[in-house]
């Protein structure tokens, strides 16, 4: 009723300029409407939730007003960062200082030895990187403690995700759960581990293979000889002439591994890996855009990829096709580098 009063005087005001017609219009009166009276009420209160009790209905909004933690727990507020958060962080910065030791060793073993084409020629260049990377204070600091520190973060963060899952599929009692797990769950859902994806695999993969080669190039020599002095290209390049089959093996996993999960690595700290895929993980429903969207991965996909595969070769150029190819060292300098490779016997 009001509603229309309102617009009878808006045309009233309106029309009364127009000297013609305001007279004969000003005279009709608005058609009147159902009074809201006429119209049953339906607006009724809703009964409380069956797991929360009428009377605690005040309490609990209070207690989310009150509450400022209860929105950042489920990441909607910057605040109250989780334990996952800085692990991340950490797990980040320690691989931007062992990328510092990761160039010059490519540097090193591999652009050199392609550029000078010699084992002896290369091995001065390599003396001269490890008083950047081998000396008391930057071997601890660009070496042992980014690796210990990259891999210990990442080892924290699944058990963190274990965790978290096991609670969130089965509650605080999923200690207790023997028993009590359906059948039809998968493995992973029923123990709780996170899925391995293509870093996290590679990266443990490389842990390993990396652990094994700086004990043959730097732990054994320092456990046998006390020093590591003699020890460079011609040591690795005598390894391949007299144990051809362990060293091509080892080497090719430790280039493959390595570059592909610091190049995956990488893509994913500057957000490229989370876009890239062979499929679409979620439809649209617009065949236009999921092309689009599919194309776009694909090519992210293949863009890293190629960046992996240049890596291994401009790797494998100088550490395989040069170094693996300098051939047995002869000697008392022969002879020492086989009592070293003697005493691992489980692996040579």
Known sequence: ??????????????????????????????????????????DKDLPPLPEQPEESLSDSTHSLR????????????????GPIFYLTRIQRYSSYT???????????????????????????????????????????????LPVVVHVGTGIAIRLIRRS???KRYYGDDHHHRKGSVPTKQTPTLRSGWPTFSYI???????????????????????????????????YVAH?????????????????????????????????????????????TGNAA??????????RRLLVINGVAAIGCLMWAAGGLGVVGRGGETLGWVGKVYDGLYEKVPGLF
Do not use: C
Request: hydrophobic fraction near 40%; proline fraction near 6%; glycine fraction near 8%.
């Open 239 to 283: 390894g391949f002439a007299k144990h051809p089959v362990i060293s091509w093996t080892s080497f090719v996993s430790l280039i493959g591994l390595g570059v592909g999960h610091m190049v995956w690595g990488w893509a994913k700290w500057v957000g490229a890996a989370q876009g890239a895929g062979w499929q679409l993980e979620r439809h």
């Open 289 to 298: 855009v999921d092309k689009q969207t599919k194309k776009k991965r694909r």
């Open 164 to 166: 978290q899952n096991l």
């Open 98 to 144: 062992f990328s510092l030791f990761t160039t010059l060793h490519l540097a090193t073993t591999s652009v050199i030895p392609v550029l000078a084409r010699s084992v002896p020629a290369s091995e001065s260049y390599l003396l001269l990187a490890r008083e950047i990377y081998q000396t008391p204070l930057s071997e601890p600091l660009l070496v042992a």
């Open 200 to 234: 996290g695999a590679s990266g443990y993969g490389f842990t390993v293979i990396f652990a094994v080669h700086a004990f043959m190039n730097r732990g054994l020599p320092l456990l046998v000889e006390g020093d590591s002095a003699n020890i460079g290209l011609a």
């Open 66 to 81: 009150s509450n400022p933690t209860t929105t950042s727990s489920v990441g909607l507020s910057g605040a109250g960062h």
């Open 1 to 42: 009723m009001e509603y229309r009063s309102l617009r009878s005087r808006a045309s009233q005001d309106t029309l009364v300029s127009n000297a013609s017609t305001s007279l004969s219009l000003l005279e009709l009166d608005p058609t009147p409407m159902d009074s809201p009276a006429s119209v049953p009420y339906t």
